[in-house]
């Protein structure tokens, strides 16, 4: 089988200045017809530039310098910009990953998909028109006729999705490019468009270039797979060998780090509850007086739950199930409309905002996003020494304390001088959970800890947080909505569904056993669900509980 | 039906901003020494107390200032200004001798604004940093922070004094008596140096907002969507980054209508210009309460109308706009 696209030995430079000099190094990878070639790698592995290369999509003061990339014969790299235009979008499409920002606000979806023909062909008004109704079909957009006169916001994430690759298949071009297109989505909703993709994919022939950093996707949809690091291909081969039998340590150090979807025998935990969550409900509002379009939104309805001393309580579900609501209700950032919220025979729900900000000091949070829930403007050590000193310590003191903790989650003591912007996204984590930790709380409330960081360090965050646990006596509630870190994580896990527990046991019975059809259905979404991490010699080396790594090198 | 309603919503909400702007003013003057008939009065060269007297009573200025206010918004809500003393005419008649001029000043100087500073932030934006850019951004900077008054005069002292090529001030020719179109190209020629004068500042806020705006949407994902479809350069702006890049504009020039008019005062002094701006700088100085009240009525209808239609605009831009 001969290749569509060829990637022959391309190197692209960076700017000087940058972390390296080059983006790309002596990338070559062949893409054939039919088949989807997966490019896996964490961030800042070069694969986005791949694509970006092939396109001549570069950002400003990147380009390539050295190597080939051949399509039908011809060189895209020596091509005019009026050369480029023509080949992409008919010949290469591309998906993108934020399916919310990658459409314009303000124009409709028809006139959106329709503008490809307007530029590539010379079809007439009525001819488009129809056209852009039939593959809104293909891709299986529920009313199609309705979805062309939308406005991207009014349609899902999903749909928006399928109208992203209803778009870049219009002129059927031989090559798809897709960067990361299911990243942004919901589990079941990653599940649905894998499917059209592949489905498409099959009918049409396309050739796929594939992007992706999850594992799980890989073993979904890959019939091959490239593996990435620093700029370099380290690894390529069939789908099957590299995901069942990888070579370089590299490929097997990340394959290492994926959960699997199998929980570990279960951990008895006979505590007393610490924490009680009963009956508790939260309804949002929106629209004043004037407004004419009032709308009430159950974000928790009733939910009640119990979290056993030194145990893990996971609550899974998608975007929109009310899993962060209920978190934000338990620390009280939010106030709940009713119910109780028992910590320690305090019922937190009843507090006032004064007795609340002393009880803070059993119950903290550590928030999703590493990047923006730090203030910029402080330094490290002062952010982790603040909530002792907010409860009457002194200065000197708790930035002594803060040093201590930086040592404990894993940090260079030294490095509470540095701003929050001079630490990697791992590291941001873990400045994080010492700001939570600095209060001792008994109970740590985690909202997606480590959706937003690379697989390896994502895993060296989960083993951090299950050694603190351990040493520190804590008990935690983890919202995630990855299903293969709370089969690992978590003691007992709780399903919400639109603001509904609706199903709430001990981990491995409900991964093994799930009673309720939506747990089912999650379950069936997972991607890779079939495949499982093979334990690598090296990794299976390491105690299935490991205590904290060495500290990281600043 | 959207931006019917929208429509509806934001008159219905402007009315308790008039009725308060009203109410204030009115009430300030009152703590001002001296009312219209000191004035008058003054004017004429000092009369008997007993005449000061009638003429308080024929001006409705002898009862209490509640009573006062209370007839002045009972007659506002029949339409009628009042009547001026000073210039012995309804305060309407006043005014609608002044506003043509006005009117014409801010609309020209707005459109004018509006456009050069579109062109020049996105010819700007797209070599930024080259020298084109740090050229013009380099006189916007000159524009924004130089007087408009200076550029009056200079323009005056150059272009009417020096060069003789235009009008040092006026509406128009006087006395000439042009008729018809004639008569137009007269008044656009005379509105030539006052119109630079006043957009020059609010074109140097257009061009920087226009630039930035700009260069942060052509940074958004959909423009890389855009750039993979293959759209050309300028199509990508023509088509997806000129509109997004406008909203900000738009809602611009609801915000600097009302500094506009503030500016306008200085500029239809300096050319003599008989508008709304001088009206109301002699108003003040003759205490004609009834006639500064009309004005700042008819400035706040003016002010709300041009947000009122910056908001119908800009819900018409972006379909993301609810009610």
């Not at chain 1, 480590?450 to 947080?465: C, E, I, K, P, Y």
């Not at chain 2, 350069?233 to 909203?247: D, I, M, Q, T």
């Amino acid at each position: 089988m001969s290749a569509v696209l060829s990637i022959e030995a391309l190197t692209v430079a960076l700017p000087p200045g940058a972390d390296r000099p080059h983006a790309l190094e002596d990338v070559t990878l062949g893409l054939n017809a039919n088949e989807i070639l997966c490019v896996v790698g964490e961030s800042g592995s070069g694969k986005s530039m791949t694509a970006g290369a092939i396109l001549g999509l570069l950002p400003e003061g990147v380009h390539a310098t050295a190597g080939r990339v051949i399509l039908d014969g011809r060189d895209l790299l020596t091509m005019t910009e009026e050369q480029l235009q023509k080949i992409r979008g008919a010949r290469i499409g591309m998906i993108f990953q934020e399916p919310m920002t990658a459409l314009n606000p303000l124009r409709t979806i028809g006139d959106q998909i329709g503008e490809m023909f307007r530029i590539h062909t010379p079809l007439g008004k009525a001819e488009i028109e129809n056209q852009v109704l039939g593959l809104l079909r293909d891709v299986h957009i529920p009313d199609p006729e309705a979805a062309r006169r939308a406005y991207p916001h009014e349609l899902s994430g999903g749909q928006r999705q399928r109208a992203m690759i209803a778009m870049a298949l219009a002129l059927e071009p031989r090559v798809l490019i897709a960067d990361e297109p299911t990243t942004a989505l919901d589990v079941t909703t990653q599940a649905q468009i894998l499917k059209l993709i592949r489905e498409l994919q099959q009918r049409k022939g396309t050739a796929v270039l594939f992007i992706t950093h999850d594992f799980g996707v890989v073993a979904e949809i890959a019939d091959r797979v490239a593996v990435m690091q620093r700029g370099k291909v380290v690894e390529e081969g069939r789908a099957d060998e590299v995901l069942n039998r990888p070579r370089h340590p590299y490929t097997r150090a990340l394959i290492a780090a994926v959960p699997p979807l199998a929980p570990p025998p279960p951990k008895v935990v006979t505590g007393e509850p610490v924490l009680r969550i009963e009956h508790v409900s939260k309804t949002y509002r929106k629209g004043g007086l004037l407004s004419r379009n009032k709308r009430v939104t159950h974000a928790v309805k009733d939910a009640t739950l119990s979290l056993p001393h030194g145990g893990t309580l996971g609550i899974v579900g998608e975007s929109g199930s009310g899993k962060s609501t209920l978190a934000r209700c338990i620390v009280r950032l939010l106030d709940p409309d009713s119910g109780s919220i028992l910590l320690g025979g305090k019922d937190l729900a009843r507090l006032s905002r004064a007795e609340m900000r002393a009880e803070t000091r059993n119950i903290q949070m550590v928030f999703q996003d590493p990047f923006a829930s730090l203030n910029p403007r402080r330094k490290a050590g002062e952010l982790v020494a603040q909530g002792p000193m907010v409860h009457g310590e002194g200065r000197a003191k708790a930035l002594a304390r803060a040093k201590e903790l930086f040592a404990l989650v894993g940090l260079d003591p030294n490095a509470t001088e540095r701003y929050p912007h001079e630490f990697s996204g791992g590291q941001r984590q873990r400045i994080g959970l010492a700001r939570a930790l600095a209060l001792e709380p008994k109970v740590l409330v985690a909202d997606e800890p480590v959706s937003a960081l690379d697989v390896s360090v994502q895993a060296q965050v989960l083993r951090l947080l299950a050694d603190l646990r351990e040493r520190l006596g804590l008990s935690m509630v983890f919202i995630t909505h990855d299903l293969r870190v709370a089969a690992q994580i978590c003691d007992r896990i709780a399903v919400m569904k639109e603001g509904v527990v609706v199903e709430e046991g001990p981990t491995a019975e409900v991964f093994t056993a799930p009673r309720h059809p939506y747990t089912q259905a999650l379950l069936a979404s997972v991607p890779g669900r079939t495949w499982t991490p093979p334990v690598s010699p090296d990794a299976a080396a390491e105690p299935s509980r490991p205590s904290a790594e060495p500290a990281l090198a600043p | 039906m959207r931006i019917l309603l929208l429509a509806l919503r934001r008159a219905a909400s402007s009315l308790p901003t008039l009725l308060i702007l009203l109410i204030g003013l009115f009430l300030l003057l009152q703590l001002a020494p001296g009312d219209t008939v000191d004035a008058l009065v003054a004017q004429i060269g000092g009369g008997d107390p007993k005449m000061i007297e009638e003429l308080r009573r024929f001006y409705g200025l002898d009862v209490s200032v509640a009573v006062q206010l209370g007839r002045y918004v009972w007659r506002l809500l029949q339409l009628d200004l009042g009547f001026s003393a000073i210039y012995g005419k309804p305060v309407s008649a006043v005014i609608l001798e002044r506003l043509p001029a006005t009117l014409l000043l801010m609309g020209s100087s707005l459109s004018f604004a509006f456009a050069a500073g579109m062109a020049l932030g996105v010819f700007s934006a797209r070599r930024v940093n080259k020298w084109p850019d740090t050229i013009i951004s380099t006189l916007g900077l000159v524009f924004y922070a130089t007087p408009s008054f200076w550029f009056g005069l200079m323009g005056i002292v150059i272009f009417a004094v020096h060069l003789g090529w235009l009008p040092a001030g006026g509406l128009e020719e006087i006395g000439a008596g042009y008729t018809g179109l004639r008569r137009i190209l007269d008044i656009a020629w005379h509105l030539v140096l006052p119109t630079l004068t006043l957009a020059l500042i609010f074109l140097a806020t257009y061009l920087r907002i226009m630039r930035a705006s700009m260069l942060e949407v052509l940074t958004l994902d959909f423009v890389r969507t855009a750039r993979a479809k293959g759209l050309s350069p300028g199509r990508v702006v023509s088509r997806h980054v000129l509109r997004n890049a406008l909203l900000p504009m738009v809602t611009l020039i609801g915000l600097q209508a009302g500094t506009m008019l503030g500016g306008s005062v200085v500029v239809e002094s300096v050319f003599a210009l008989p508008g709304l701006g001088r009206l109301a700088y002699e108003a003040v100085v003759q205490r004609d309460l009834n006639t500064l009240l009309g004005i700042v009525f008819v400035s706040a209808l003016l002010v709300i109308a041009v947000n009122f239609i910056v908001d119908i605009l800009y819900a018409r831009l972006d379909p993301r706009i609810v009610t």
